[in-house]
């Protein structure tokens, strides 16, 4: 069964990666170009919670986000927000911080917070197809590293 915070956030359509305990996923509404969604793959409502193995496995998670963001955003801060008040499942927002915009197929990104705590207010709205694009793009990149 697929975890219900990753299909609120538009999974399959919205994936970038996958290792052996988490999900990365396109967040549709962005803060700034490239937030994305880390998602458990186990059910868990709290961090204890997880494996072992799920806590090794998310290094994995995050060098590969890290090293696709640095790439694909060119961030100078990267925040990981672990909220879980709506999706209750174990998962972090992570949101890539930067001066300045970013523009990407047409559309400007500003990071509205800068240089204090991400405005997660202020996004861009990405359509279903427009945030599954995005994920393709990001995927093939992922996948080239």
């Known amino acids: 069964m697929t975890n219900p915070t990753a ?6 359509d919205t994936r ?12 549709p509404k962005q803060p700034t170009l ?8 186990e059910a868990a409502e709290a961090f204890s919670q997880l494996s072992p193995a799920a806590f090794a496995d998310l290094k994995v998670a995050i060098d590969g986000i890290e090293r696709l ?3 694909f955003v060119a961030y100078e801060k990267i ?26 197929e ?3 990104f500003t990071d509205a917070g800068w240089p204090a705590a991400p405005a997660l ?4 709205d990405l359509d279903p197809p427009s945030a599954a694009a995005l994920a393709t793009l990001l995927a093939s990149d992922w996948s080239a590293a």
């Open 7 to 12: 299909v609120n956030f538009g999974y399959p």
């Open 16 to 27: 970038v990666a996958e290792t052996d305990h988490w999900l990365v996923l396109v967040r």
């Open 34 to 41: 490239g937030a994305l969604v880390l998602v458990c793959k």
């Open 69 to 71: 963001l640095g790439r």
């Open 79 to 104: 925040n990981y927000l672990m909220l879980m008040m709506v999706d209750r499942d174990v998962h972090f927002h992570v949101i890539p911080r930067y001066e300045g915009v970013r523009v990407h």
């Open 106 to 108: 047409g559309r400007t």
């Open 121 to 124: 207010g202020a996004t861009v």
